[in-house]
């Protein structure tokens, strides 16, 4: 093959990183042509995010060689690989909203003329960017906070190729774009490519893969497992690569009592968001929601809480057509949600971790409803930290100080109180250690057993299957297939990334 | 790809250097003068002007360090309390000493730049939010300001100030020096903000500092410089606010400062969250904050009226960003 005897553009061979004990990446390889779409898949923690920073020079590989153009060279910072002509583009657009796109993609390289900021010159040179990449020429001086999501991803391309670059790493570009928006960025990855820059693309959604890469390097619990050209494989083949073989998970088998449907969601809308999902969650069951990033998973448990409000179909709780107003209403009819991002929306890190556990349910624990009754937040509190097995000297530690497990088994601790009909747990284990995994996986079956019907919405496939009773697939904002606690892993990753044929 | 010719460039260089809210505030001080005109007609003479003029200075010169340092997303509260111990520093030189003007000032300015620079430094380096750091510091120059007060009041000041007063030797062709010069200051560094790429780098700051730090922004310094200008300009309005009044200072000197200070700049249309701000809107606020207090005293109001009117703008103009905010985030 021609490309055989070609020097590849950049290739790293037996490259390995360390954290600590953790080894991030291990003899991974990557070999990326000059005016070729290179994809980088993997499952979540499989090393694809560390590779790229060896690439980008925000990490610095521990062994293992780089080469450039055939000549070994050495990207020890993020300056090495920008002056070699590597650009990273960011999955969130790391953009100054405020300031005109001409000034965002010059900031802190701006060229100057006696003293002061050259615009003209800026500004013809950003017309060229945007001819380049499709976008209208006045552009240069808009306000990139008026700009679209899209348009704002196509200005952090434009910065990153404003330094001349001859490698552009995407990581995740389509996760937050619409189909058409996805559309318009394949003609800017196509139009790069054919100006000889290499694209090296990161994403989730396989199908994808097959309309804009060239190649795909797939990689597994931190290995390059292979480099293929992207014909010879199928969506099918690339999911089983990235799972590899079938763990024997032992995973208790559980008997499902069949109860009445606790959580009944008919045909439900959120325009633009997700359409037409179904989903029935029972007494004492444990679904798993699974979905890649922008799916619309989330979106979903957003409305079932009554974050969101959906814009069409049904919702019922415990039998009973319900649309949840607000969280406060959710929770009134029996719904309890631990959120994705506890540090964000769900603790109060400086507050005690009895004070974290009563909050939202200060009425229960009130004299007369009015007074916190103190010695029953104690009571309550000491209860749970017993039956969660948290960590932790007394109950009046403040949870900003524990670790991540503990405070996630804090935060759940808050939505035991009023025991919810329903639970809903968004990623529940999300960054937490394997022993506080197994806990939370532990309460949570326990919780479903005492009749709680519990819905999981996770990005974690291993979680999904170990320990739901019933998953569900969804993909591109709609319920696609069911599966049992039996599935295979490549077939739900198939299922959620497209294309099962 | 073939080349061809670049077309002449039709695109503008930079956005419209006015925005939206100064249009408005030039409007609405157009009216509100054009109303004063015609229900008291004293106001549109030199004797009603001047001191209005006069007053506004102080207030729009400390505007000017105060928008830069909520553009980069900071604020100073310490201002109030900083205007006491320069003026009250420069008061005693004065008192005790034989100096002339340009010595008065410059000891102004080194004191004000002093605490400017301590306040830079505690808000860059120590990393805790500014409206901590300078309430904190707004409590130690109070106490400074008072020790140096010592008894009571500093009397008979001497008259070497009087190019920035009230009086004859304040003014040019009947224009007051202390706003002249304010309007010098307000003119050059718009300029700086908008034309210069230290100037720009304060946005960056305040859009997102970690961002501007990786684009390769010293955004320590900046936020240092961002303190220690608005410093300086508090020594320099120090020597207004002496100007302006008796030979007698006391120690309400300084008073509230602060807050019509961040009023003219927040009524201006620097947004409080940081990253989106002009000086002209600050120069402006200040002028319209200081219109509404001697209309309301010409027509013989109330003088509680003028706060309610300085209220009912400041939540009008942050109501109109958090506006502009959420229209954006929608989209």
Not at chain 1, 95 to 115: C, D, H, R, S, Y
Not at chain 1, 384 to 389: E, P, Q, T, V
Not at chain 1, 436 to 464: C, F, M, N, Q, Y
Not at chain 2, 183 to 202: P, S
Request: hydrophobic share 45%; with cysteine.
């Amino acid at each position: 093959m021609a490309a055989e005897t070609q020097i590849p553009r950049l290739r790293l061979t037996a490259v390995s990183k360390r954290f600590g004990a953790v080894r991030a990446i291990q003899h991974a390889d990557l070999t990326v042509r000059a005016g070729q779409v290179h994809a980088l898949v993997g499952e979540n923690g499989a090393g694809k995010s560390t590779m790229i920073k060896i690439v980008a020079g925000a990490e610095t590989a521990d062994t293992g060689e780089i080469e450039w153009d055939g000549s070994p060279v050495r990207i020890g910072s993020t300056t090495d690989a920008i002056a070699l002509g590597i650009a990273t583009v960011y999955q969130e657009p790391q953009l100054f909203p405020e300031l005109t796109v001409a000034e965002n993609i010059f900031l802190g390289k701006e060229l100057k003329k006696q003293g002061r900021v050259d615009w003209a010159t800026q500004n013809t040179r950003v017309v060229e960017l945007l001819e380049l990449l499709g976008l209208p020429a006045g552009y240069a001086t808009a306000t990139v906070g008026d700009l679209s999501i899209a348009e704002q991803q196509q200005v952090s391309i434009a910065k990153a190729l404003s330094g001349d670059a001859k490698v552009l790493i995407l990581d995740e570009p389509s996760a937050i774009l619409t189909d058409a928006e996805i559309e318009v960025l394949f003609d800017v990855v196509r139009r790069l490519t054919a100006s000889g820059v290499s694209v090296i693309y990161i994403s989730h959604r396989l199908d994808e893969l097959f309309r804009i890469a060239d190649e795909v390097t797939v990689m597994r619990d931190g290995r390059t497992i292979g480099t293929y050209p992207i014909g010879e494989l199928s969506v099918r083949q690339i999911a089983h690569l990235m799972v590899g073989e079938e763990l024997s998970d032992a995973r208790p088998h559980r008997e499902v009592p069949a109860g009445p449907a606790m959580l009944e969601l008919r045909g439900l809308t959120r325009t633009g968001k997700f359409a037409d999902v179904d989903v029935t969650v029972h007494q004492g069951e444990i679904v798993a929601l699974y979905g890649l990033v922008g799916s619309g998973v989330s979106e979903i448990a957003a409305c079932c809480y009554g974050i969101e409000r959906a814009t069409g179909g049904t919702l019922a709780i415990a039998g009973k057509p319900e649309n949840p107003r607000n969280p406060e209403h959710a929770q009134r009819l029996g719904v309890a949600l631990l959120p994705a991002n506890r540090k964000v929306e769900g603790m109060f890190g400086f507050q005690s971790l009895a004070f974290n556990i009563s909050a939202g349910h200060l009425r229960l624990l009130s004299k007369l409803g009015v007074f916190v009754d103190r010695a029953r937040e104690k009571a309550v509190a000491l209860d749970l930290i017993k039956r969660l097995a948290v960590r932790t000297p007394h109950e009046r530690q403040p949870i900003s100080a524990m670790s991540g497990g503990n405070a996630q088994k804090v935060v759940l601790a808050r939505q035991l109180v009023e025991r919810p009909k329903v639970l809903i747990l968004a990623e529940p284990t999300q960054g937490v250690d394997v022993g506080a995994k197994e806990e939370i996986h532990r309460l949570i079956t326990e919780l479903a057993e005492e009749g709680t019907a519990v819905l999981v919405v996770t990005s974690d496939l291993p979680e999904a299957l170990r320990i739901a009773d019933r998953i569900q697939v969804v993909r591109g904002g709609t319920t696609t297939e069911e599966f049992g606690p039996d599935a295979k892993q490549v077939d739900l990753l198939a299922a959620a990334a497209g294309g099962s044929e | 790809m073939t080349i061809t010719a670049t077309p002449p460039a039709k695109i503008k260089n930079l956005p419209s250097p006015v925005t939206g809210q100064e249009i408005v505030l030039i409007g609405v001080i157009a009216v509100l003068w054009a109303a004063l005109a015609v229900s008291t007609p004293a106001f549109l003479t030199a004797g009603s002007l001047q001191p209005l003029l006069v007053a506004t200075a102080p207030v729009a010169l400390v505007g000017v360090g105060m928008t830069i340092v909520i553009i980069t997303g900071g604020i100073d509260v310490s201002v109030g309390a900083a205007i006491m111990v320069c003026s009250v520093i420069t008061a005693k030189t004065l008192v005790g000493s034989d100096v002339n003007l340009a010595v008065a000032v410059l000891i102004s300015v080194l004191a004000g730049g002093a605490l400017g620079l301590i306040n830079g430094f505690l808000i860059a380096y120590g990393r805790v939010h500014a409206i901590i750091i300078t309430f904190g510091t707004a409590n130690l120059f109070m106490f400074l300001g008072l020790q140096i007060f010592g008894s009571g009041t500093v009397n008979g000041i001497p008259g070497t100030l009087g190019f920035f007063g009230r009086g004859e030797a304040g003014r040019t062709l009947g224009i007051p020096h202390a706003f002249l010069i304010t309007a010098l200051i307000t003119a050059a560094v718009w300029w700086y903000l908008r034309h210069t790429a230290g100037g720009r780098h304060f946005f960056a700051i305040g859009g997102d500092a970690q961002a501007a730090r990786l684009a390769g922004v010293r955004v320590q310094r900046r936020v240092l410089l961002a303190y220690l200008t608005t410093g300086v300009l508090v020594g320099l309005a120090s020597c207004f606010v002496i100007a302006q009044g008796t030979s007698t200072l006391d120690q309400s000197v300084g008073s509230g400062k602060e807050l019509a200070v961040i009023a003219a700049v927040v009524i201006g249309g620097t947004s409080i969250m940081g990253g989106r701000g002009s000086v002209l809107g600050t120069f402006l606020g200040a002028l319209l904050v200081q219109t509404v207090a001697s209309g309301v005293t010409q027509l013989g109001w109330r003088s509680q009226l003028s706060d309610l009117f300085v209220g009912i703008f400041i939540i009008v103009a942050v109501g109109a960003d958090l506006l502009r905010a959420r229209a954006r985030r929608s989209r």
